[in-house]
């Protein structure tokens, strides 16, 4: 029987692999899908700056066996492109496969700087696990608390807006309305990333919250104590966070394709690897264009999502010698979580701002508890949220 194997369980990989299946049935063909993830979850990585993280993964196994898809819980290791098989941390021998979806995500890329291992960071449930329960172990003892942060992007600011409830939550509110928020930026602005439209309402928001920046300096070092910056002033602090900026996964190196600055393979518009006609690339590794303008897709959950899917329904059709669809996706927003102050969405790549405060933060709870999950349920619930296309099935709110 034909197949298709995926590398990676998340948002990229699983919907991958729903659509695969679902367009096997489409097609009345006999399809085996494999997916391989180095745990049995899920992580829905943008909920990790939330209190109580435990919550944040979803158990893959129910889901994709529910479908008939092959679930292995293992690391791949590498990738043999010319004999066509992947090789597992724990097995000896090949998986085999007749075409291959690279989806193994991103990972953080620390800064090269001494001591930069103490400092905790949100990239995965692990990590988010252990800054949270250091927090709860710490913030009690003190009285004024220093959280210094280092990335004033997208990951900085809605941990820095989240970081008084975090600590309300560890111990009280007067430790949480003493606490000393820093975020630290190597740009001479924040959210740099995020265009010049939403600035002054983030900055305003920043203000608002008494979060302290430090723009246009780079870490030194890092230590137990605190950090040394590039303009040699030393900041003591209790808590160093690093949410600096993501790098595709090292997988992505067994295969011998041309990639760009962030380690994404470039892809075709049909999501194959250039060079490689057997293999597809989605999500946070792979550098595709979204539309004719010239945008390039983000290592970020709302392309993860939509991708995914371009890449199951390509491989699925590509393996019976069907036409297959390009990846497109014009359609762009942001939604930036502020915490107390409510959130930011905004639209189009110049990112105009659409809805602030309650309004926006009630979309951000949606996304987050709802839009970002998969689906669950009965095959038939499963099956029917599986198309190329988002449709208008229903989902039930998760938290
Ligand atoms: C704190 C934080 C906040 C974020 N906030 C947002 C946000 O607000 N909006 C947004 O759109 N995006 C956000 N993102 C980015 C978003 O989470 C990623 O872009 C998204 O998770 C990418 O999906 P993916 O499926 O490509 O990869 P991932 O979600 O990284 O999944 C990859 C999977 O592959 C597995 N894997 C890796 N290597 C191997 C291997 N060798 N063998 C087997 N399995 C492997 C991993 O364990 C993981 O399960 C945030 C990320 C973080 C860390």
Redesign the pocket.
């Known amino acids: 029987m034909n197949n298709i194997l995926i590398?990676?369980?998340?948002?990229?990989?699983v919907w991958a692999a729903l659509v695969a299946r679902r367009s096997a049935i489409d097609l009345n063909r006999d399809l085996s899908i494999t997916l391989?993830?180095?745990?049995n979850y899920?992580?829905l990585?943008?909920r990790?700056?939330e209190p109580d993280p435990q919550r944040f993964r979803v158990p893959l196994r129910p889901i994709l066996e529910t479908v008939d898809i092959t679930f292995i819980e293992?690391?791949?290791?590498t990738v043999n492109t010319s004999r066509q098989q992947a090789t597992l941390a724990t097995e000896t021998g090949g998986l085999p496969y007749d075409r291959l979806i690279l989806?193994?995500?991103?990972q953080l890329a620390p800064p090269p700087v001494p001591g930069i291992e103490t400092a905790f960071n949100?990239?995965s449930w692990t990590a988010a696990m252990e800054f949270d329960s250091h927090l709860s172990r710490t913030m009690p003892a003190l009285k004024a608390p220093v959280i210094a942060i280092i990335g004033g992007g997208?990951?900085g600011i809605e941990i820095a807006m989240e970081m008084r409830g975090r600590i309300a939550a560890a111990s009280d509110m007067a430790t949480a309305q003493a606490a000393r928020i820093l975020l630290i930026d190597r740009a001479s602005v924040v959210g740099a990333e995020l265009g010049d439209n939403p600035r002054p309402y983030i900055e305003a928001a920043l203000a608002e919250a008494d979060i302290e920046t430090r723009l246009g300096v780079s870490i030194d070092a890092v230590d137990k104590s605190g950090l040394s910056l590039s303009d040699g002033t030393r900041i003591d602090a209790d808590i160093v966070l690093l949410a600096s900026g993501m790098r595709a996964?090292p997988?992505t190196e067994k295969i011998a394709a041309p990639c760009d600055e962030l380690g994404r393979l470039m892809v075709d518009p049909d999501l194959r690897v250039a060079g490689f006609d057997n293999v597809f690339a989605t999500?946070?590794?792979a550098h595709a264009e979204t539309d004719d303008a010239g945008h390039t897709a983000l290592?970020?959950?709302?392309h993860?999502m939509t991708m995914?899917r371009y890449a199951g329904y390509n491989a699925a059709h590509d393996i019976f010698g069907l036409p297959t669809t390009p990846y497109r996706q014009e359609r762009y927003v942001t939604c930036l979580d502020l915490g107390s102050a409510g959130a930011m969405f905004t639209s189009g790549w110049d990112r105009v701002i659409d809805k602030t405060g309650m309004e926006a933060k009630k979309l951000k709870q949606n996304i987050n508890s709802n839009i970002i999950y998969p689906p669950t349920g009965t095959r038939e619930d499963i099956l029917a949220a599986a198309t190329l296309i988002p449709g208008h099935h229903k989902t039930s709110q998760r938290t």
């Open positions: 590398a990676g369980g998340g948002f990229a990989g391989v993830n180095r745990e899920l992580t990585r943008p990790l700056y293992d690391m791949i290791t989806a193994t995500g991103s949100l990239d997208f990951t996964n997988l999500g946070d590794v290592m970020s959950c709302q993860a995914g």
